[in-house]
């Protein structure tokens, strides 16, 4: 729901909170996940004098990139519907929340599916990333198996396939919904 508040802010709403989104997003997406987790893990933590274990850090680290990335897929997603049907609505004396939530809102919910789902299956595999602080995702697994039998051919390729699996199964989640979603 924050994300999609972000979106609403960044086209619709005071140019304040236009321009933290913008600065937000600008920030985000200008440096690697990598060094967004180092710094949430390490250097977070004496800045702010608390404690983040790995886990928390990478789910924080992962919910804040996406954020960044799925703001911005909405906001394209509301600028390209028609500004004819707002007027439309204006016309048929809607307010501005209707207006959005059943014109505009629809319209725009279709064209983002293909770019949310890629952002989805791209976070997927940026988990993998994570290594780097310790987290015990696929990849980290995948490396301490290799470290007790040296099988790692047939290792990094079952770790290959079950990333094809997990994206092959968001990938056909997409395509249902957007079959679902199509107009006729």
Known sequence: MALFLLAFFRRYLLLVLSFLCQVYVLLIRGTPIVVQVMFI????????????????????TL??????????????????????LKEAGEAMGLPFYKILRHIIGPVAFRRMIPAMGNQCIISLKDS?????????????????????????????????????????????????IEHRMRIV
Not at 41 to 60: E, K, M, S, V
């Open 41 to 60: 893990y390490f250097a977070l933590p004496l800045l702010a004098n608390i404690r983040i274990d790995g886990l928390t850090a990478a789910i924080f």
């Open 63 to 84: 919910m804040i990139n996406s954020g960044a990335y799925i703001s911005e897929i909405v906001r394209g997603a509301l600028q390209s519907v028609p500004k004819g």
């Open 128 to 176: 993998s990333l994570f290594i780097v602080i310790g987290v015990a995702e696929l990849t980290r697994q995948g490396q301490e198996i290799i470290a007790n039998n040296f099988r790692s051919v047939e290792i990094w390729g079952a770790v290959a396939v079950i990333y094809l699996i997990l994206t092959g199964l968001i990938a056909l989640t997409l395509k249902l």
